[in-house]
């Protein structure tokens, strides 16, 4: 590994004198700026996404809208090429109104949420609550004869905890560079068997809760202060969920806990929930800048249009999405004719686990043998990521760079180079006229969960812009705080600007950033490691 580094350090130097890290035209620095800062259509982008169509779970009335909405702006804008691309999800499932509501021994209306794509409740249902944690299989016999008629609380009331980071946070660039460290692959061939455990575990919980006789369940949030999410993944057909359940703040689940360890504890239930099997496909928006060459291929900017229905899906990802698209009104408005297609990217299914970028690898650029355990491939495409060999298809050398934007509406510092370390210098080079608005760091770390990360796994030069976090991953990621009022315009504008940078650089450079090694089989890194006995 270390003569592999050395090699590779010594080559990005070497590309560092080309021509390929010449940045483009410097005088479209100042054009971008002016359309972003002073022209700027960003927040009024992400607002409409928020405030106006709401949380966008796929599939659902809201994502459809949204999907819809976009298109069509992208046409009015002029982009060529608008189209979408659709691949196997299940069923659509939103919100039309809930209520959790504690009777005995007082009243209380609870903050809680229904877990996506569990069943309505078909109006009030009020029982009396048990406080039975079950966190694996072998906790079943436990509680076998005891469930029935009741409402079950299946988390462990766990303590507060103090909290160790401040909710809103800029980087410092010392921050930053401490992501500048390359990190050697890991391969534990056994954690992708327990991954896949614990996803299976929701099912077979919910068979178990209605052969008992229980009327509905409860788990606690998994963060504090009121904060609630409402994420769930038996979203297929024929895999949903025969008991309603609900996710209750953090504050509330405690009191009933404590309560009911006194005396008993009664809720009621009212969980007005719809699904919509109307159309089982979910949809991936493209729009495009066509490039002068042909045979040159092209580049690629992203966000996922999804998100969770807690709240509006702000900063996870209108935020993002509002990016790339305003990067795409900018470009087109300044009427750049550059070498390659700069494509467009609206991803959908993120939120399940990277689903329409997946499919979009699948279709386009590379693929990989499935599981052979057919019911283990049918969660999804995780399952395939431990598969060999990887097979390149005939559109993997025409995606000349891909990058990404999902991590809330903070201004972008950077880029994380996701161990592409021959690429690295040429980033550094394109960002550098970005530095005085604090985006000119290339780490060389990777970063994962979101859109990039099977494009990079299958060695293309794919990547993700380090962001500020803000409150993002303190308060705001996937909770009912997830509004328009936590994104920051002036860093959305920021974004678009560098976005737009980056991508035009990338489209007229004399030669493609320069690609990873497509990877094959790797052996286990970690031989000595001993087994959690809690996972046992």
Known sequence: MKTYLMAAVAAAALLGSS???????????????????????????????????????????????????????????????????????????????????MITPRPIELRAIPVAWTPATNGPVSAEVIVAPIKREADFDQWRGKLAGKIVLISWPAPPKDAKDPAFVRLA?????????????KFDPDELDKSIERRAFAGKLDAFLKAEGAVAWGRMSARDNGLVHGTGYNYKVGDTPSLPGVEIAAEDYRRLARLAKTGPVKLQIDSQVRFDDRDTKAYNVFAEIPG???????????????????????????????????????????????????????????????????????????????????????????????????????????????FNLDNGSGKIRGVYAEGNVAAAKVLREWLSPYGSQGADQVVIAPTGGTDHVYMARVGLPAFQFVQDPLDYGSQVHHTDLDSFDHLRPEDLRQAAAVMAWMLLNA????????????????????????????EQ
């Open 19 to 101: 021509a390929q890290a010449k940045p483009a035209d410097l005088g479209m620095v100042n054009r971008i700026n002016d359309q972003a800062f002073n022209h700027g259509e960003v927040v009024d982008t992400a607002e409409y996404l928020t405030d106006r169509i709401g949380g966008r779970l796929t599939n659902s009335p809201a994502m459809r809208e949204a999907e819809r909405w976009t298109q069509a702006q992208f046409r009015e804008w002029g982009l060529s090429n608008v189209h979408t691309e659709g691949f196997d999800f299940g069923r659509g499932w939103w919100i039309e109104s809930s209520s959790v509501k």
């Open 292 to 402: 002068s060459d042909p045979k040159a291929g092209y580049v690629m900017a992203g966000a996922h249009l999804d998100s969770w229905v807690a709240s509006d899906g702000a900063a996870d990802n209108a935020a993002g999405s509002a990016v790339v698209m305003e990067a795409a009104r900018i470009l087109q408005a300044l009427g750049v004719k550059p070498k390659r297609t700069i494509r467009f990217a609206l991803w959908n299914g993120e939120e399940q686990g990277l689903l329409g970028s997946a499919a979009y690898v699948d279709s386009h650029l590379a693929k990989r043998p499935p599981h052979p355990d057919a019911a283990k491939q049918a969660m999804g495409p995780s399952v395939s990521q431990s598969q060999f060999p990887v097979t390149p298809l005939p559109g993997y050398k025409d995606l000349a760079a891909y």
């Open 173 to 185: 660039d010392a921050d930053v560079k401490k992501r500048d460290e390359y990190r050697q692959p």
């Open 507 to 534: 489209a007229e450079a004399d030669e493609p950033l320069p690609r990873n090694v497509v990877p094959t089989q790797p052996k286990p890194t970690d031989p000595f490691a001993y087994p959690d006995p809690d």
